[in-house]
């Protein structure tokens, strides 16, 4: 049984308050105020500990740096070309997709990620703007 941590249960709390999916530097950064001696090694270690359990999940969505989301239920992501934005994507029907993948594959699917890439509302009304 893994020992109890108010650093780790900090942590936790803290992404299940955020939706826009924060980097370890921003947990860090957050959790500091709390916990001011707590290394960024630390936050590093127990954020891959939290993935590692299923309590979070870790997002790589191609920007060389891992997100964390407190919200573990399947559900899709949209990152923002933009501005790097990464937020939830809520599908009501994906049966479609999945039907599909499994057709042609002899396999067994077991789960998958999706991600959707574009411009948020914000950077969309942006480019509107300029042009």
């Given at each position: 049984m893994l020992k109890y941590s108010r650093q780790r249960e900090a942590i936790k709390n803290f992404l299940m308050t955020r939706h826009d999916h924060p980097t370890a530097d921003v947990v860090y950064s957050n959790v500091r105020t709390e916990f001011p001696n707590i290394s960024l090694g630390?936050?590093?270690r127990n954020l891959t500990l939290l993935a590692d359990l299923g309590?979070?999940?870790?997002?790589?969505?191609?920007?060389?740096?891992?997100?964390?989301?407190?919200?573990?239920r399947p559900h899709y992501h949209f990152v923002c070309n933009e501005c790097g934005a990464v937020s939830d994507l809520e599908l009501n029907d994906i049966s479609g997709?999945?039907?599909?993948?499994?057709?042609d594959f002899d396999g067994m699917i077991q789960g998958h990620v999706t991600y959707f890439y574009?411009?948020?509302?914000?950077?969309?009304?942006?480019?509107?703007?300029?042009?």
């Amino acid at each position: 049984m893994l020992k109890y941590s108010r650093q780790r249960e900090a942590i936790k709390n803290f992404l299940m308050t955020r939706h826009d999916h924060p980097t370890a530097d921003v947990v860090y950064s957050n959790v500091r105020t709390e916990f001011p001696n707590i290394s960024l090694g630390t936050v590093y270690r127990n954020l891959t500990l939290l993935a590692d359990l299923g309590e979070i999940s870790r997002l790589r969505v191609g920007d060389g740096v891992d997100h964390f989301d407190a919200d573990t239920r399947p559900h899709y992501h949209f990152v923002c070309n933009e501005c790097g934005a990464v937020s939830d994507l809520e599908l009501n029907d994906i049966s479609g997709l999945l039907e599909a993948a499994v057709r042609d594959f002899d396999g067994m699917i077991q789960g998958h990620v999706t991600y959707f890439y574009g411009l948020c509302p914000h950077c969309r009304s942006t480019v509107k703007k300029t042009s």
